[in-house]
């Protein structure tokens, strides 16, 4: 586990219960105390179609809603920022409406056939697509980003685009991962679902 991850995660509570199942604490790790993406974390985000993301009401319920697209819908850009365009769905807003109480959020992401899976925390803030694409952004972000932001603010069917200031991630444990594979990894490999499935 990196530092930065477990210094958000590993909570008084969390460590309490460490020590009594383990006799101590889990180490943090080492490492840059500071999140920072790099080669490793951007091509394994750049090669998703799905992520799940969760978010925390005012009441403190958490919801976990999927997102998806085509591999590179989910973009870095820059060692510390995360965006995607956020498409019409079931018109419920729950993530919206819960990023507007609390702004921390989480990803999941996962490749099945290789088994592994990364966990992201961070601050998440919804741009409107409109005012994006007319290059307008809020005085808070910094102007450096907008080449990112405005090409997923024209995405067919972007409503908003989601942007992600990452707190901490971690690199999770693949024990227990099913092995697997998208019908384009199959095809990849000259394999095919049957035609009638």
């Known amino acids: 586990m990196s ?3 477990a ?3 590993y909570t008084t509570t969390v460590r309490a ?4 199942r383990h006799g101590e604490e889990l180490s943090p790790g080492a490492g840059d105390p500071i999140p920072r993406l790099g080669l490793r974390e951007a091509g394994f985000i750049a090669a998703r179609d799905t992520a799940f993301l969760a978010t925390v009401n005012a009441q ?3 919801h976990v809603q999927h997102r998806g697209g ?9 060692e510390s920022t995360l965006a995607f365009a956020d498409l019409g769905g079931n018109r419920q807003f729950v993530s919206v409406g819960n990023l ?8 999941l992401l996962l490749d099945t056939a290789a088994r592994r899976r990364l966990k992201i925390l961070g601050h998440m803030r919804v741009l409107e697509a409109p005012a994006l694409s007319a290059g307008e952004l809020p005085a808070d972000v910094p102007g450096a980003l907008l080449s990112g932001l405005q090409p997923l603010a024209r995405a067919p ?3 908003r685009v989601m942007v992600m200031q990452v707190a901490a991630f971690d690199w999770n444990c693949s024990q227990h991962i099913t092995r697997r ?14 035609a009638d499935l």
């Not at 219960?17 to 009594?20: A, K, P, S, T, V």
């Not at 507007?100 to 990803?107: C, E, G, H, K, V």
């Open 3 to 5: 530092r930065h991850f």
């Open 181 to 194: 594979w998208s019908e384009a990894e199959l095809r990849a490999h000259g394999l095919a679902l049957p």
């Open 100 to 107: 507007q109480d609390n702004d921390r959020a989480a990803l």
């Open 7 to 9: 210094n958000l995660a």
């Open 17 to 20: 219960e460490q020590r009594r």
């Open 60 to 62: 403190g319920w958490p």
């Open 157 to 159: 069917g972007a409503e």
């Open 70 to 78: 085509p591999p590179g819908f989910l973009q870095v850009l820059d």
